[in-house]
C-alpha cells in the first residue's frame, strides 16, 4: 500500500508522484479503505486522494489479513500505532538506528494508545540491514552479533512473543544462513 521511497515503480505503473506528507495521507485513506471494504461493500467514497464507487469485497478471506507497516518519521510511527496490525523496522545502513529503536516502540505505543487500541497487539519484526561478507559460515555470527546490539537497545520495550531466530540471506546468490 506504501512505497513513499519507490517512486519511479509508482510511477512506472501509471500512479502519481507524491511528495512525502501526501504519500502517508494518501497511505491512511487506502488502509481506512481497506479496513472498510473488509467483508462488506462500498458504496461511495470520496477522499483527497482516492475515490471509490461500487467496491465489493470479494470472497471473504479464511484468515484476517494482517496490514504491515514499515516507517521511521513521527508521523508514519503514528500512523502505524493508529491503524496498522505490524510495524516491521530495518535496522542498520540508512534506516533506523539500534538508539532510535526504543524511540520508535514508544511512538507507536503512545499512538495506539490514543486510538484506543492495545499497543500489545501491535507486532514487531525487526529487519536486520548488515553487510555481510562473502563467508556464508560468518553470517550467524555477523548476524547473531547485530541481533543482541538491536536486543539490549530494544530491552524493557515488549516481551518476545515470537522465536528470536534469525535468518540471512544474500539476494541473488541463493545462500542463507540461520542464527
Sequence with gaps: MGAVAF????????GPRRTPKESVGA???????????????????RRQHYQVMGAHHGPQPTHPVRIWLGGYVPRMLRLTGRLADGWLAGL???????????????????????????????????NIMVPLDDQPSHWRDQLADRQRAALRN?????????????????WGRGRTADA
Design 27 to 45: 497511505l491512511e485513506e487506502a488502509l481506512m479503505i481497506r479496513r472498510t471494504l473488509v467483508g462488506r461493500a462500498i458504496g461511495l467514497v
Design 92 to 126: 542498520g545502513g540508512h534506516y533506523l538506528s539500534p538508539e532510535d529503536a526504543p524511540k520508535g516502540h514508544a511512538a507507536v505505543d503512545e499512538a495506539a494508545r490514543r486510538a484506543g487500541r492495545d499497543a500489545k497487539q501491535i507486532e514487531r519484526v525487526l
Design 154 to 170: 530494544t530491552a524493557g520495550q515488549r516481551p518476545a512473543r515470537r522465536s528470536s531466530r534469525i535468518r540471512a540471506a544474500t
Design 7 to 14: 517512486w519511479h515503480a509508482v510511477e512506472a505503473t501509471g
